[in-house]
């Protein structure tokens, strides 16, 4: 097992019982565990923001397939960054709209550049960028 480091951290009364709040509602048992997530999503957010490290995600989108040229822009760019794709899933949750989930690897910068090509194009009603690391 990893060593691990104690460390103490001084807050002001009121954002500890803030805090404590938070991490209740989430279901923290402890706040040791809710630290070193906030610490590790702060990191990877980090790598993420300099674009140069590789990160793991999803692109999550919904969309009205009878929207004109929705379908062939969304392949299109898929097909642009297919480095980049690990694997698609796609569900038709009714007559109109459309739910897929696009598993993305590869340098933050890229993945975020295709989230955002995704999300612009019209007739995609949601698309949400999901990015993890191993930090
Ligand atoms: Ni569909």
């Given at each position: 097992m990893e060593k691990i480091t104690r460390i103490g951290v001084s807050l002001e009364p009121d954002l500890l019982k803030k805090f404590d709040r938070l991490i209740e509602k989430k279901g923290y048992a402890n706040r040791s565990k809710a630290v070193r997530d906030l610490i590790r999503k702060a990191l990877v957010t980090e790598t993420y923001e300099k674009g140069d490290k590789q990160v793991y995600g999803t692109i999550t989108m919904v969309y009205d397939?009878?929207?004109?040229?929705v379908t062939d822009k969304l392949l299109r760019y898929q097909h642009d960054y297919r480095r980049n794709i690990m694997t698609t899933s796609h569900v038709h949750i009714d007559h109109k709209n459309c739910l897929e989930v696009v598993v993305v690897k590869g340098k933050a910068k890229s993945i975020k550049e295709m989230a955002d090509k995704i999300a612009s194009?019209?007739?995609?009603?949601h698309g949400e960028l999901s990015i993890t690391g191993l930090e």
């Open positions: 397939h009878h929207v004109g040229g194009v019209r007739g995609v009603r």
